[in-house]
């Protein structure tokens, strides 16, 4: 199964506000943008509805931005991905209609697979997941946009 990129950018950007915790500053999406090659646009999308679920908590203004809405132990992965995700759904035996649909059992199993999936998911946080932030800090690119200092 493959996430979307949607998704990806999603749990991507999750991460880069986790492995900065002590940051005193806001972040902003010109940020992300420079540090994963993205679109601003899409950028602008997956921020304004990771704040809508939470996840986020966004400032508007000029001196707006965002941070993490959510301390990362209490970000589940699983559910990240139920919540991002448009369908879960392997396979659409509609398009085109496959004629083998009305017996076929390749939807159960893959159903059962994608349970597997997430089941795997569910048992971690974004917290485990950057376990290892002192590692993926050091993985960042200088920013040649202005950043104010992080707290010492």
Request: glycine share 6%; proline share 5%.
């Amino acid at each position: 199964m493959q996430l979307t990129r949607y998704t990806d950018f999603g749990i991507r950007t999750l991460m880069y506000l986790a492995i900065q915790p002590n940051r005193e500053t806001l972040f902003r999406i010109s940020e992300i943008t420079q540090v994963f090659d993205l679109s601003p646009n899409h950028v602008s999308k997956i921020v304004h509805h990771l704040g809508k679920l939470g996840y986020l908590e966004t400032i508007r203004g000029k001196s707006g931005g965002f941070r993490l809405g959510k301390s990362p132990k209490e970000i589940n992965i699983g559910q990240l991905v139920r919540v991002l995700e448009n369908s879960l759904a392997p396979i659409d035996c509609s398009k085109p209609y496959c004629r083998l649909t009305p017996s076929c059992q390749l939807r159960g199993v893959l159903a059962e697979a994608v349970t597997a999936y997430l089941t795997v998911l569910d048992q971690y946080s974004l917290s485990d997941i950057v376990s290892n932030n002192h590692e993926l800090v050091k993985l960042l690119p200088e920013l040649s946009i202005p950043v104010l200092e992080l707290s010492s």
